[in-house]
């Protein structure tokens, strides 16, 4: 059937739609472009959500509402280490962790490599491309929060996207170097990797719990095994929706 004008110019300007939606960086177009098949998939599957009795609570919940404030699952996040002050194996405790919370949560981490920039210091750059999550050791001398028993402190920076909602786009981790001893991680590797879990598991979105048989229990009891209800409320951060 011959094309009118008419139809033409419409053509033309779905075209032109479609390519600007496709190539357009801006975030508000994110939503769109998954819609119609452009955007990006996840990089994991989605975990299954277990209800097991367990506890768990968010560290940030979205405003108005009890949803939990995440990390878009279809962006990798990004992480740096900063090996200053680090024992030895320090690097392999940061790396094992990551490894566990992404199996619980499906989310997708991309090491960029060591850097100097110190976590919490100086914020996150949040126009343009936010920083990324930084790993380090520190003491209470710069990090006050790591006073007394403290041993590891993080969490997540959130950002309110253009569609409303709020999401986690940069973060940070300090372990102590009091308690990350190279004595430490030789006799009792699973308790400070489970430490580092817990800070991460804060990264990415769980609170404190008032359960000791939960990994996010705030006092550090011997737990090294991520419980019931963290790894149900890991699964339900890494089942939240793309931006």
Known sequence: MPRTPAIAAALVTAALVTAAVAWHPADQFATVRRAIGLGPDRPL??????????????????????????????????FRVNPAGAPPGGRRLVDEALRRVSA????????????????????????????????????????????????????????????????????????????FTAANVAQQPRVMEAIVLHEVAHVVGLGHVSEPMELMYSDNTGQVELGPGDREGLARLGSLPCR
């Open 104 to 179: 619980a949560t499906g989310l997708a981490f991309q090491d960029e490599g060591e850097t100097e920039d110190r976590p919490f210091a100086d914020g996150v750059r949040l126009f343009g491309r936010p920083d990324p999550v930084v790993f380090g050791w520190g003491d209470a001398d710069e990090y006050p929060e790591l006073g007394g028993t403290v041993a590891g402190v993080g969490g997540g920076v959130a950002e309110r996207s253009p569609g409303g909602r709020v999401r986690y786009v940069s973060g940070s981790v300090v372990l102590d170097v009091e308690a």
């Open 45 to 78: 599957p989605a975990p299954t959500v277990v209800r097991a009795g367990g506890t768990y609570t968010w560290a940030m919940t979205q405003p108005g509402s009890t949803d939990p404030v995440g990390w878009d699952p279809c962006e990798e996040i990004r």
